[in-house]
Nanobody, 123 residues
């Protein structure tokens, strides 16, 4: 009952910034934990950042700590990923996901997914 649509991806030079957005429809995300994942060519999908319903728990993978910021606006049914100091290794398709309960890292624990948005970092 949750439909997710990502936007904000594109081509950016190394060191630059992008903000990704994930808009939910049909059902409120207020009671859901939200996560951002990414998948580069030839690699497995990996957890990037997660945030629970109240934003009292926020998690990041080590490679993006200090550079990426996840946030949510439940009134707007939207979650964001602010990305700064981008590196070539950040190049991937970025996916928004949702689940009931706490933030977890495994992709299999998320039942709702967006279509993905491409982020390409040039160097």
């Amino acid at each position: 009952q949750v439909q997710l649509v990502e936007s904000g991806g594109g081509l950016v030079q190394a060191g630059g910034s992008l903000r990704l957005s994930c808009a939910a429809s049909r059902r409120s995300i207020s009671l859901f934990a939200m996560g951002w994942f990414r998948q580069a060519p030839g690699k497995e999908r990996e957890f990037v950042a997660g945030i629970n319903w109240s934003a009292s728990t926020i998690s990041y993978t080590d490679s993006v700590k200090g550079r990426f910021t996840i946030s949510r606006d439940n009134a707007k049914n939207t979650v964001y990923l602010q990305m700064k100091s981008l590196k070539s290794e950040d190049t991937a398709v970025y996916y928004c996901a949702a689940r009931r309960g706490p933030v977890v890292f495994a992709t299999s624990e998320y039942g709702y997914w967006g279509q993905g948005t491409q982020v390409t970092v040039s160097s």
